[in-house]
């Protein structure tokens, strides 16, 4: 199957600083969406982006689908913007429906 | 608008018994898919259907089986539990037919198996 490589795998914040994370993946994909799960388990949607460019706020993501890999950026990070981060895709002819998640990112950020 | 329901939230259950997870969708997405979370991972494909059918399967074995309803609600049923199936379980919803499109997640069900 596809592999999802997220890193860094631990990242601690103060407050107010930037940071990028990133997702490589091992073939061709036609999804991929980025998550944050807070700590009470929610998976909320931050962007789908197969490929190109968004912003959300102080978030954007980029998607450079021929070099398989994906950035997320965190800018003037808040403590709410604590939890783990997923990257998940869905590779050209897998099984329908099936997004193949990263081991994740997880996120301190500190007062 | 409601978002992804989950039903129930938490539920205890000893090695051997079935359990029935329940999910609705968001209205108007007739696709439903679950995954299983174990924790310090990611979470795992288990089912996808779409109008009422099986669309994709992961490698789960036969003691988990899914439906879809008209109503496009679901429910996940696993039989026979082991202490390895501990786990938070998610569905998630979308409006997509050709492909996964954009999954939107419940906030899943937490299974304690003693």
């Known amino acids: 199957g596809i592999q999802v490589e997220q890193s860094p795998p631990d990242l601690i914040l103060q407050e107010g600083a930037n940071s990028t994370l990133r997702c490589n993946f091992s073939?061709?994909?036609?999804?991929l969406q980025w998550f944050h799960q807070n700590p009470w388990g929610q998976l909320i949607n931050l962007f789908y982006i197969p490929s190109g460019t968004k912003q959300n706020g102080r978030l954007s993501a980029t998607t450079v689908a021929t070099e398989r890999y994906s950035l997320l950026y965190i800018s003037s990070s808040q403590t709410t913007d604590s939890g783990v981060y997923f990257c998940a895709v869905e590779r050209y002819g897998d099984s329908w429906g099936k997004l193949q998640f990263g081991a994740g990112t997880q996120v301190v950020v500190t007062p | 608008d409601a978002g992804v329901t989950q039903s129930p939230t938490h539920l205890i259950k000893t090695r051997g018994q079935q359990v029935t997870l329940r999910c609705s969708p968001i209205?108007?997405?007739?696709?439903v898919s679950w995954y299983q979370q174990v924790l310090g991972q990611g979470p795992q494909f288990i089912f996808q259907y779409y109008e009422k059918e099986e669309r994709g399967r992961g490698n789960f074995p036969d003691r988990f089986s899914a439906r879809q309803f008209p109503n496009y609600s679901s429910e996940l049923n696993v039989n026979a539990l082991l202490l390895g199936d501990s786990a938070l379980y998610l569905c998630?919803?979308?409006?997509?037919?050709?492909?996964?499109?954009?999954?939107?997640f419940g906030e899943g069900s937490r299974l304690t198996v003693l």
């Open positions: 073939d061709s994909v036609n999804n």
């Open positions: 209205s108007g997405h007739k696709s």
């Open positions: 998630a919803s979308s409006w997509a037919s050709g492909n996964t499109g954009e999954l939107f």
